[in-house]
């Protein structure tokens, strides 16, 4: 009875001090699960991942949407731009964005609009107008060695290589009163080469007969300056290349005497001196 009464107290005393171990655990855990939850906010959008309501998952969450900064605005969730020192204009102006290759200008090719990010380049400003006026009432040819010269009275204008070229010369030059030059002081070992003519000024005399002449036909509104390269600046009419010029300048300035015309004509076009250029002259139509 003794052992059963003693075993029976113990029993009794066991029982209360679980229970009181038991109540002080329960209250511990319900200490830390208020903690956990206050941790994790109201709507449960914390650490967790969770999407606020009408919201979406930013890209740098990594699930499915595109990574920060690539193809988006640049956020880290919460559409704010990162301040990590990029532009947040990046990709804002007309054209593409402020990085990657310029679509009109792959592999690395300079577009002259400030690839590496600066302001754009400045643009060319043509060559200055030079010309020598002309009386066209006046012009006659001479034979000068092998070839033939064009002249104003005792002004030389220019030399072709045979009498009927410079015949077709006069044709020409006698409808201006100014004969114009591009590129006359560059400095090139070729140097007549890019050297370009063309006439201004109508002269208002009575048209006489036909030149014979060779003419490209091209589009104004297909025109640009493509340099530079070994041959110096050259002006283009779509795929078609129609001169090559000495300088940027001088290029601009034979694009913008070309946009106001349709054709470019030459006459002495294929002559057989040792330099052909010297003895060929350009001139526009429209």
Same mark, same amino acid.
């Given at each position: *009875?003794?052992?059963?009464?003693?075993f029976?107290?113990?029993?009794?005393?066991?029982?209360?001090?679980?229970?009181?171990?038991?109540?002080?655990? &329960? &209250?511990?855990?319900?200490?830390?699960?208020?903690?956990?939850?206050?941790?994790?906010?109201? +709507?449960?959008?914390?650490?967790?991942?969770?999407?606020?309501d009408?919201?979406?998952v =930013?890209?740098?969450?990594?699930?499915?949407?595109?990574?920060?900064?690539?193809?988006g605005?640049? =956020?880290?969730?919460?559409?704010? $731009?990162?301040?990590d020192?990029?532009?947040?204009?990046?990709?804002?102006? $007309?054209?593409?964005?402020?990085?990657?290759?310029?679509?009109?200008?792959?592999?690395?090719?300079?577009?002259?609009?400030?690839?590496?990010?600066?302001?754009?380049?400045?643009?060319?400003?043509?060559?200055?107008e030079?010309?020598?006026?002309?009386?066209?009432?006046?012009?006659?040819?001479e034979q =000068?060695?092998d070839?033939?010269? *064009?002249?104003?009275?005792?002004h030389?204008?220019?030399?072709?290589?045979?009498?009927t070229?410079?015949?077709?010369?006069?044709?020409?030059?006698?409808?201006?009163?100014?004969?114009? /030059?591009i590129g006359r002081g560059?400095? @090139?070992?070729?140097?007549?080469?890019?050297?370009?003519?063309? /006439?201004?000024?109508?002269?208002?005399l $009575? /048209?006489?007969p036909?030149?014979h /002449?060779?003419?490209?036909?091209?589009? #104004?509104?297909?025109?640009?300056v493509?340099?530079?390269?070994?041959?110096?600046?050259?002006? @283009?009419?779509?795929?078609t290349?129609?001169?090559?010029?000495? =300088?940027?300048?001088?290029?601009?300035?034979? @694009?913008?005497?070309?946009?106001d015309?349709?054709?470019?004509?030459?006459?002495?076009?294929?002559?057989?001196?040792?330099? #052909? +250029?010297?003895?060929?002259?350009?001139?526009? @139509?429209?």
């Open positions: *009875m003794i052992y059963t009464t003693k029976g107290v113990l029993a009794r005393r066991s029982t209360w001090r679980w229970g009181t171990v038991t109540f002080v655990a &329960a &209250a511990v855990l319900g200490v830390l699960l208020a903690a956990v939850l206050a941790a994790c906010g109201p +709507s449960g959008s914390g650490r967790f991942g969770a999407v606020p009408g919201g979406e =930013s890209g740098a969450a990594g699930l499915g949407g595109a990574p920060t900064g690539v193809g605005s640049g =956020s880290a969730g919460n559409g704010e $731009p990162q301040t020192g990029a532009d947040p204009g990046d990709g804002s102006d $007309p054209g593409g964005g402020g990085t990657g290759s310029d679509a009109d200008h792959p592999s690395g090719e300079d577009s002259g609009d400030g690839g590496d990010g600066g302001e754009p380049a400045p643009p060319v400003q043509p060559a200055a030079d010309c020598v006026t002309y009386d066209p009432a006046n012009l006659t040819i =000068s060695g070839a033939w010269r *064009m002249r104003d009275g005792g030389a204008i220019k030399l072709f290589a045979t009498k070229d410079a015949e077709d010369g006069v044709k020409v030059a006698r409808n201006w009163t100014r004969l114009c /030059f560059n400095d @090139r070992a070729d140097r007549h080469r890019h050297i370009i003519t063309y /006439f201004q000024g109508p002269s208002g $009575p /048209f006489g036909a030149p /002449f060779d003419c490209i036909t091209y589009d #104004p509104a297909e025109l640009a493509h340099g530079p390269d070994g041959g110096g600046w050259g002006l @283009r009419a779509a795929a290349p129609l001169l090559f010029l000495a =300088s940027a300048a001088d290029a601009e300035r034979a @694009r913008l005497v070309a946009a015309n349709t054709r470019l004509c030459l006459i002495g076009h294929g002559n057989g001196q040792p330099d #052909p +250029s010297r003895y060929q002259l350009e001139y526009w @139509r429209q």
